[in-house]
């Protein structure tokens, strides 16, 4: 165990300098995401003040309103960029050191965003957790009742994230065969942002094509742990949707070690 944290905590220690480094990038790329939370506050607002109805699709204006800012933090600390990385490293060359090195290569980018996500958790996710359980409180919710809510988005929380993770992984593979995923990746992140519950609450999509996209592992990333977090989930639909997000873990886990295996032998190194 101490050769192991010997082995990978130098990574985590190059995601939090990687973050605290750039954090004037960081914070503008958070500016803009508060931007399109207010854009989609002020287009729900719309819709609601336009509606006969205080209740659409099980949701209210607050729920909504719940809805958006959660989804801007699950987002924020779910968040993958490891096809972006291994696009890049593979675009100029740099892949080799990695692969050089007497570490896993996918493992080498998890630390690394454990170490981005943790300082992120720190200074955005636990503050808007205390604004949001402070709202709970006022409206009536136990401190059992909130404690237990918490807990399981926190659980639902790591689960989408290794998720996430191991897609991009899968997907950044890609690079190895088609050596630039710049356009892809944006193609990518605009799917998952629809498909995942981003932009839009599944519950609002047509039935059938909400129960496929439930199914899917994009619901796992951003819909289902918002659900749990703002109460919109029983105990029972929690448990069952934590049931989904650990098969897709595991289904995308098992993906990216079939992939690396198969993908090893197309690298051609193109810089360095």
Known sequence: MLSFWKRYSPFISAGIQELITYRVNFFLYRLGDVMGAFVAFYLWKAVFDSSNHALINGFTLSDMTLYIIMSFVTNLLTKSDSSFMIGEEVKDGSVIMRLLRPVHFAASYLFMEI??????????????????????????????????????????????????????????????????????????????????????????????????????????????????????????????????????????????????????????????
């Not at 300082?119 to 409180?137: A, D, E, R």
Request: hydrophobic letters at 60%.
């Open 115 to 272: 170490g981005s996500h943790w300082i992120i958790l720190i200074s955005v996710g636990f503050p808007f957790l205390l604004v949001m359980s402070g709202v709970k409180v006022m409206a009536g919710l136990s401190f059992l009742q909130l404690l237990t809510t918490i807990l399981l988005y926190l659980l639902s929380l790591l689960l989408a994230f290794l998720i996430n993770f191991y897609f991009n992984i899968c997907f950044g593979f890609s690079a190895f065969v088609f050596k630039n995923l710049w356009g892809s990746n944006l193609l990518k992140n605009s799917l998952v942002a629809f498909m995942s519950g981003s932009m839009i609450p599944l519950a609002f999509f047509p039935q059938l094509v909400a129960l496929v996209l439930n199914f899917l592992p994009f619901s796992s990333l951003i819909y289902t742990p918002v659900m749990i977090v703002i109460g919109k989930y029983s105990l029972r639909q929690t448990f069952v949707a934590l049931a989904l997000q650990v098969f897709w873990l595991i289904v995308m886990a098992s993906l990216s070690q079939v992939i690396w295996k198969k993908v090893q032998n197309h690298l051609t190194i193109q810089g360095g």
